[in-house]
């Protein structure tokens, strides 16, 4: 386009000042004020500008982008001034998704950190004695009772940091700074987002001192590691991936026995932390929390926000006496978690207490039978209107997922998509702009729906996508032929 063109069409475009004159856009201006509108105003046409720059528009466009401004406006408006943040369903499968925010807390959680956040609190006031208090105490004594061992272990305390890598490092540099901590080299994990435990104990300053190979370690290649620098054995549970085949680990109870015997701790990363006994759900080789502590494990670090399904969280539960150390580091205050991580904490862990499982999200998509999966996807696909998408059931497994029981499967019954004029991107792309978005997962070129990630009161929203899908499918069978 000439110069001279492109010079009588950005003669078109209003000033700011004009737009804002429009009255309708009063109410905008009044609900959102001046300034937030005025900058909506400012982006639209801006982006006019850039689309007459390269050559997209003609005057005939621009008639047209300036008859619909005032929506173009609000729109922008609503975009710009909407949260980042925002909820979205779950139709994965995966139960614990990592890039979706892991274990959904449950309703009570929230009660509890609207109760606790709206007012003060006595997040460190002893209101009893009038003085000030520690924040520890209000999970402290739940876990108590949650670590229990009787007269096997009276020795048990928790302490609270914002993830299990921040547990990891403030174990790490509180018991062996300046010190070797001997680990399998088949326990060198990464944690994820490039995030290895060799690089956690570099920053925590301690030496690390690899023992055994990738797929075998004896309990020897510990006890032949040993120096007068050792100041900690380490065993770092494989959750987000499994060795098979010509493989061997000392058992946790060999570990015990020459920790104690050359009187040195024994630490054990267990990563997702589960609180109960999975292998009702056919889960098994997940260690529980109690387990390793019974075993005699001196310190276990684990996650909030994976297998025990409360807020993102790194848990330090074991030996008082190294836990008090642990409190004592500077590295505590740095790495603390607030008010909001305690209230959804000691929410979830009451739920514990009080055995009711079914009130934990994770816990009952777990637990969630596949008739009942197969019952709601049938009503799903009664209620979904004659169109191009046609759905089907089909057998499949559900994840446990975030770094928790990589081989476990949880038979599930899926929702397969199909569209006439739409291909498996298309259709997932399309789902994830309904509002709000339905994430699912492509599986051979199927799009496929799992209803044990979605709660029960979704269903209607992920039928309305579906119906959504559906319409636009046959848009877009209109568009191709047009073209």
């Known amino acids: 386009m ?9 003669r078109k475009i209003p000033a700011v000042d004009e737009v804002l004159r429009d009255p309708a856009l009063a109410d905008l201006i009044a609900r ?18 850039e ?8 005057s005939d466009g621009v008639d047209l982008a300036l008859s ?7 729109r922008q408006l609503r975009q710009s001034l909407g949260y980042s943040l925002r909820p979205v369903i779950n139709a994965t499968g995966v139960i614990l998704h990592t890039n979706l925010g892991r274990a959904p ?14 007012t003060y609190s006595n997040l460190e006031f002893d209101a009893a004695g009038g003085k000030r208090g ?4 209000h999970v402290d004594r739940l876990f108590r009772k949650m670590l229990d061992l009787g007269d096997a272990r009276k020795d048990v305390t928790t302490i609270v940091v914002n993830n299990n890598a921040a547990a990891v490092l403030l174990a790490l540099n509180t018991l062996a700074e300046g010190s070797e901590v001997i680990v399998s080299r088949g326990e060198l994990v990464e944690i994820g987002g490039s995030f290895r435990i060799p690089d956690v104990m570099s920053k925590s300053n301690a030496l690390l001192r690899e023992v055994g190979t990738t797929n075998r370690t004896r309990i020897s290649d510990y006890e032949r590691a040993i120096t007068e620098k050792t100041s900690l054995l380490l065993r770092v549970h494989r959750s987000n991936f499994e060795i098979t085949g010509f493989t061997e680990q000392p058992a946790l109870e060999e570990m015990v026995k020459l920790s104690r015997s050359r009187n040195i701790p024994l630490m054990e990363d267990l990563g997702s932390g589960s609180l109960v006994d999975l292998s009702t759900l056919g889960i098994r080789g997940e260690p529980s929390v109690v387990d390793s502590l019974r075993i005699g494990v001196d310190v276990v670090s684990y996650s909030g926000d994976k297998l025990l399904g409360g807020p993102q969280a790194g848990l330090i539960s074991g030996r008082s006496d190294l836990v008090a150390r642990m ?14 991580t305690y209230a959804a904490l000691e929410a979830t862990l009451l739920a514990y207490v009080k055995q009711d499982h079914d009130s934990i999200p994770l816990l009952r998509m777990m637990r969630l039978p596949g008739s ?5 996807a049938k009503a799903v696909v009664s209620q979904l209107r004659p169109g191009d998408v046609m759905l089907e059931i089909v057998d499949g497994g559900s994840l446990v997922g975030g770094g928790s029981a990589p081989s476990a499967i949880l038979p599930t019954r899926l929702l397969a998509i199909f569209a006439k004029n739409l291909s498996a991107d298309e259709i997932t792309e399309r789902l994830r702009n309904f509002e709000p978005p339905v994430i699912a997962r492509v599986e051979e070129g199927r799009v496929l729906l799992d209803l044990r990630t979605v709660f029960p009161e979704q269903d209607e929203l992920v039928l309305a996508a579906l119906q959504h899908l559906s319409a636009n499918s046959k848009t877009n069978l209109q568009n191709r032929s047009s073209n």
Do not use: M, P
Request: no cysteine; glycine share 2%.
């Open 32 to 49: 959102d004020g001046q300034a937030a509108v005025t900058d909506a105003a400012r982006s639209v046409l801006t982006r006019l500008r």
């Open 51 to 58: 689309e007459i720059s390269l050559d997209r528009l003609n």
């Open 372 to 376: 009942e999966i197969e019952r709601r």
């Open 2 to 10: 000439k110069a001279e063109a492109k010079s009588e069409l950005y």
């Open 327 to 340: 409190r004592a580091n500077s590295l505590f205050r740095a790495l603390r978690v607030d008010k909001l």
């Open 105 to 118: 807390l449950s309703s009570v959680a929230l009660d509890h950190i609207r109760d606790s956040s709206i």
């Open 134 to 137: 520690r924040r520890d105490v």
């Open 68 to 74: 619909g401004i005032v929506d173009v406006i609000e």
